[in-house]
């Protein structure tokens, strides 16, 4: 499975579903790290720098897209899943605006969920090994 080879900070105020949710992730992933605010979780990204970030947009102290914004100013290529129970277009601008990658509704289909994640952990490893290749490429050129 493509997950196991990445890491995502999952970010969520109510407790109930930030456990469930990640008692299903811990399992598939590389390391999952959890925060139950926007503060904390950026944070926690600033300090593990995980490969994708999954986040509530309504949340104490710091809000999804607040925390969103300020993780795209430390890392624009950093994809971010928004996870809601609203639909109002407003978020979904401000979602748009700040470069959010995915926007999946509550409550959270799973399959829908590890579909958007599979497919943004295709693009990273694509990435990855094309900037592999970059570095190879110039080392023998330097050479």
Same mark, same amino acid.
């Given at each position: &499975?493509?997950?196991?080879?990445? #890491?995502?900070? !999952?970010?969520?105020?109510? $407790?109930?579903?930030?456990? @469930? ?8 992933? =590389?390391?999952?790290? /959890?925060?139950?605010? $926007?503060?904390?979780g950026?944070k926690?990204?600033k300090?593990?720098?995980?490969d994708? /970030?999954?986040?509530?947009?309504? &949340?104490p102290? &710091?809000?999804?897209?607040q &925390?969103? @914004?300020? %993780? ?7 994809? %971010? %899943?928004?996870?809601? +129970?609203?639909?109002? #277009?407003? !978020? ?6 700040i470069g ?7 409550? /959270?289909? %799973?399959? =829908?969920?590890?579909? +958007? ?5 295709s693009?990273?490893? *694509?990435?990855?090994?094309?900037? *592999? ?11």
């Amino acid at each position: &499975m493509l997950l196991e080879k990445v #890491s995502i900070l !999952y970010v969520e105020d109510d $407790g109930e579903i930030r456990e @469930a949710l990640a008692e299903t992730l811990e399992f598939d992933v =590389k390391e999952l790290y /959890v925060a139950e605010n $926007g503060e904390e979780g950026l944070k926690k990204f600033k300090e593990f720098k995980p490969d994708i /970030v999954i986040s509530d947009i309504k &949340m104490p102290k &710091m809000d999804g897209l607040q &925390m969103s @914004a300020q %993780i795209k100013e430390i890392s624009p290529k950093t994809p %971010i %899943i928004i996870t809601t +129970a609203f639909s109002d #277009s407003d !978020y979904l601008l401000k979602a748009i605006d700040i470069g959010i990658d995915k926007y999946v509704t509550k409550p /959270v289909d %799973i399959d =829908k969920l590890y579909k +958007a994640l599979e497919d943004i952990t295709s693009l990273l490893l *694509i990435e990855k090994e094309r900037e *592999i290749r970059n570095k190879y490429l110039r080392d023998i050129l330097d050479f």
